[in-house]
């Protein structure tokens, strides 16, 4: 399964460069989100790009119901971000979001995640987690 981070919907809602790769991840109809990145999507959607929840939540939800699997915080999860976020958060080189966090904690074995942002990307392959490495709104991946 493949995990998609926040910026991941943001690029595809927004026209970010990369929109393609993401809808191409999408097709392979093995993408889940969790609820705290999709919470963060939205947000990000409005604050940054102005596309209000009023526009977006049409958008994503014949998304979550057909393609994208929901990913709930367990208990389990809860105690991996926070262990993570203890030992790899950073201000300076690695400004990693309770979000970000639980994206990572919720990748078990054999899964990826999907990302445009450097911090997540570098904790993630430290961790062992195989990441798909999205192109930013400059173009630049991780």
Do not use: F, K
């Amino acid at each position: 399964m493949t995990i998609l981070d926040a910026y991941a919907l943001v690029a595809l809602l927004a026209d970010e460069p990369a929109a393609d790769e993401v809808t191409a991840l999408l097709a392979g109809r093995d993408c889940a989100v969790t609820h705290v990145n999709l919470c963060e999507s939205v947000y990000v959607l409005d604050r940054v790009h102005g596309i209000r929840l009023e526009e977006s939540r049409p958008v994503l939800e014949p998304l979550l119901s057909e393609r994208l699997r929901q990913l709930g915080t367990t208990a389990e999860t809860v105690w991996r971000a926070s262990e993570l976020r203890l030992r790899h958060y950073d201000r300076r080189s690695a400004a990693l979001s309770l979000a970000d966090c639980v994206l990572l904690a919720a990748a078990g074995e054999g899964d990826r995640i999907a990302t445009a942002d450097p911090p997540v990307a570098q904790i993630g392959r430290s961790e062992g987690v195989e990441v798909i490495a999205l192109p930013d709104s400059s173009g630049a991946r991780p």
